[in-house]
């Protein structure tokens, strides 16, 4: 029942999606404002997908194992929380979500941009309808979630217990907004080129869609981060897996996106620049989606490869592709920028290349394993030594120049009071001095980081005094670049006062170890309903302030099919975080324990959380504004 | 000058995609080779009909194709007639593992299309078949007669995987 109802929905879907595409159309040819017929059926279209998806998560809710998708990725005893995120955590649910989003955006984005051409605006909305066709038929022709299986199993196969995570429940949506909301910019990009509206005002049909999706993403990206650091038990909460690395891309093209938006918008430069970084955009999201969904990446995200599923956003992603560059070659006319070295733009202008940068030390890092597999059949993995080695450095630059820009005015700048820099940078040696003095030296590479990213607080902080002064304060972007200073220098700290021991103990020893004891005070064997857990109950003790803390990491046996896993025990502070892994050792009574001591950890999640506040301050000043 | 960009551009394009093409057809992740040569593991698992438990010394001294399969399963129907057909060779046992079903649908199924297997057990969870690195089914093991895995299966067995089957047990 479910399954036909959801099915019959997913073709009015793609019927209204016809129809919005035929009558906006036909109401191109004719003058006067936009057909009222074309909100209406978006409007229906957005409700439509919506109960089409609450169909679907009625069927994971009561179980409806029917369907091969609820069979596949639930089962009955799941807690209701997790039922309703299974209908997300999976390949067919996941691209529902998407049609969703996509339709949605469609829709708000013809609502709320009333002050831009007819033309324009109905072209967004027929190349927005043409992905959202996109993804209706891949849905319904290779990734249906309302695909029956009969006869009917008696239960589900349920999900991975590492993705039974409250994290996990809503990073892939958080994710998801950002990945696709990409998509309406993309198509608005299409639209302008077609329709030729390259004025600044261009910009701001679009800039609180980048905000938006560049808010959601940046959210998604820690939730994953958080996710990861709390279940994987490696104490990491990055680890430049091709997946995760996936979802850097777009965000740093995005990034580049809103600051050339300003640049656009202020001084009408570098429209193709801004319309490429639009294309982009969502095209790093498609070929992200296809990278971690064909399954040619090895990676802890791994779907079920399934080559069909490929070949299908492979021709999707090629289209979209070759579609925008002959549309970009036909249209692109050279742009002659006559830009002061010394000014705004050109400091924007430095954000993109450093951006840029980033991106393709990713991308590169990212799609090479792939491309010397496929020419060479050599198999190669690209770790964290190659982004460390290249992306670090080049950060102390960044963080410097980011220091400067704000400072810096429109067309022609000039430094005034250079003296005021050396001072700044002086104050940010000296605190680095100081840490260095009261706790322990670090490497040169790591002095320049924490150096830099001192140097970008400090400035950014003297600007809100200097902006109280003038009575003007631009709260999201100090508040964005200082929290982003703070991220850089508390993933500094973070990894220079990381402490990791490493024991076999017996029950009732204890290990000692700069100022710390640590010991196994007992160990306690409990049986669940389908597990055993051995619980080890270990103190750690700070041997100069006489702190107490105990952990109690777990052994977990699960019966059928035997397997272990192995649960940290993690005690959050706002100084620190203590980290603790216990395995036990074949045939003796010794345990490995695994001891982390992990400083600010919760700054660095707070930092990230910050600069997504200074993103949704300037979202709500725009709203304001217009 | 422009023009000669616009080639580049689109053929660095074109290399990518065409790269992304040949990757997908290869198999990366679901590679079970490592299985083979390897010694069948212990596994302990309950017969279809009664009560008793099917061991490894069940299928010692002769080959074995173990088959994993279900009532449920579409590509199953597929591949019996095949099983059907190995049934009627000498030197080979089959056994399958009836995987997550219901008794009634499963016996129904095999009173329909015949019942091919000399031994028959169930796995109603689905956890005795994780041992054998099953995936999804339908998937078939060939076992030699010193227990060591020469050949796995991963979907419907085909033509060519009788013909071979035949090859190696003759």
């Known amino acids: 029942m479910l399954s036909n109802l959801g099915n019959i929905l997913l073709f009015l879907n793609v019927i209204l999606s016809l129809s919005i595409i035929y009558t906006a159309n036909r109401n191109l040819k004719i003058s006067g404002g936009i057909d009222k017929n074309i909100f209406q059926l978006s409007l229906i279209q957005s409700t439509s997908i919506i109960i089409c998806f609450f169909v679907l998560v009625a069927a994971f809710i009561v179980s409806d194992f029917s369907l091969i998708a609820v069979y596949q990725n639930s089962h009955s005893l799941k807690p209701l929380f997790y039922k309703i995120a299974g209908t997300w955590g999976n390949h067919e649910g996941s691209l529902l979500l998407w049609a969703i989003i996509l339709a949605i955006f469609s829709f708000l984005f013809l609502v709320y941009n009333k002050d831009h051409p007819k033309k324009f605006r109905l072209l967004t909305l027929i190349i927005q309808n043409i992905l959202i066709l996109g993804f209706l038929f891949f849905i319904l022709f290779n990734s249906n979630p309302f695909s029956k299986i009969s006869p009917i199993p008696s239960e589900g196969l349920g999900l991975n217990p590492i993705l039974q995570d409250p994290a996990l429940a809503i990073h892939p949506p958080l994710l998801y907004v950002g990945f696709v909301g990409a998509s309406i910019y993309f198509s608005a990009a299409i639209a302008s080129l077609i329709s030729n509206y390259s004025e600044r005002s261009f910009s701001l049909s679009i800039k609180n869609w980048v905000l938006i999706s560049w808010c959601f993403q940046t959210l998604g990206i820690l939730v994953g981060s958080i996710w990861a650091y709390y279940e994987l038990g490696w104490g990491g909460f990055w680890f430049w897996d091709p997946v995760e690395n996936a979802s850097l891309l777009p965000w740093f093209a995005m990034t580049a996106l809103f600051h050339s938006l300003i640049v656009f918008e202020k001084r009408n430069l570098f429209y193709f620049w801004v319309i490429i970084l639009c294309l982009i955009t969502f095209t790093l999201s498609v070929t992200g989606t296809f990278l971690v969904r064909s399954g040619i990446l090895n990676s802890v995200h791994t779907f079920a490869s399934d080559p069909t599923r490929g070949i299908y956003i492979l021709i999707f992603l090629s289209l979209m592709i070759f579609g925008s560059i002959f549309l970009l070659f036909q249209k692109y006319k050279k742009e002659n920028y006559d830009l002061n070295r010394n000014s705004k733009e050109t400091f924007i202008l430095v954000n993109n290349w450093f951006m840029m940068f980033y991106l393709i030390t990713v991308l590169l890092g990212t799609i090479y394993p792939i491309f010397t597999d496929a020419l060479t059949d050599n198999k190669i993995s690209v770790g964290p030594p190659f982004y460390n080695a290249i992306i670090f450095p080049v950060v102390v630059v960044f963080l410097l120049f980011m220091a400067l820009g704000p400072k810096t005015k429109w067309i022609k700048n000039k430094f005034e009071n250079i003296r005021i820099y050396f001072l700044i940078l002086a104050g940010a040696t000296s605190l680095n001095l100081a840490i260095i003095f009261f706790f322990k030296s670090y490497s040169l590479l790591s002095n320049f980081i924490i150096i830099s990213a001192l140097f970008l607080i400090i400035s950014s902080l003297m600007d809100i005094a200097k902006a109280f002064k003038k009575n003007k304060i631009d709260f999201a972007r100090i508040i964005s670049h200082t929290s982003f200073g703070f991220l850089v220098l508390f993933i500094g700290l973070n990894s220079i006062f990381s402490l990791e021991k490493d024991y076999n103990i017996k029950l009732g020893e204890t290990k000692k170890f700069e100022n710390y004891s640590i010991q196994l005070k007992n160990l306690d064997l409990k049986n669940y309903k389908n597990y055993q857990a051995i619980i080890g109950k270990l103190e750690i003790k700070n041997l100069n302030s006489n702190q107490i803390n105990i952990l109690n990491p777990e052994i977990r046996i699960y019966n059928k099919p035997k397997t272990l896993t192995y649960e940290a025990a993690i005690k959050t502070s706002l100084i620190k975080d203590y980290y603790l892994t216990m395995s036990n050792i074949d045939r003796s009574d010794y345990y490995n324990i695994k001891f982390q001591k992990k400083p600010l950890m919760a700054w660095i999640w707070i930092s990230v959380i910050m600069i997504v506040v200074g993103g949704l301050i300037r979202l709500f000043s725009n709203a304001k504004n217009n | ?170």
């Not at chain 2, 002769?62 to 059907?84: D, K, Q, V």
């Not at chain 2, 041992?131 to 089914?137: H, M, N, R, V």
């Not at chain 2, 060591?148 to 033509?159: A, E, T």
């Open chain 2, 1 to 170: 000058m422009q023009k000669i960009i616009k080639i580049i551009i689109s053929f660095i394009f074109l290399f990518v995609i065409s790269i992304f093409y040949i990757s997908l057809t290869r198999d990366t992740n679901y590679n079970t080779s490592s299985l083979i040569n390897k010694e069948t593991p212990e596994f302990k698992i309950i017969s279809f009909n009664d009560s008793n438990y099917y061991t490894r010394d069940d299928i010692k001294n002769n080959y074995t194709l173990i088959n994993f399969w279900a009532s449920w399963c579409a590509p199953c129907r597929i591949e019996h007639p095949i099983l059907m057909k190995l049934s009627q060779t000498k030197n080979l046992v089959i056994l399958g593992i009836n995987f997550k079903d219901k008794e009634p649908q499963a016996k129904t199924f095999l009173s329909e299309l015949g019942n091919p297997y000399d031994l028959l057990a169930k796995d109603k969870n689905g956890k005795h078949s994780v041992k054998f690195g099953i995936y999804g089914i339908p998937e078939s093991i060939l076992i030699n007669k010193e227990l060591m895995i020469i050949q796995k299966f991963v979907g419907p067995l085909s033509d060519d995987d009788y013909n071979n089957i035949i090859k190696i047990i003759e």
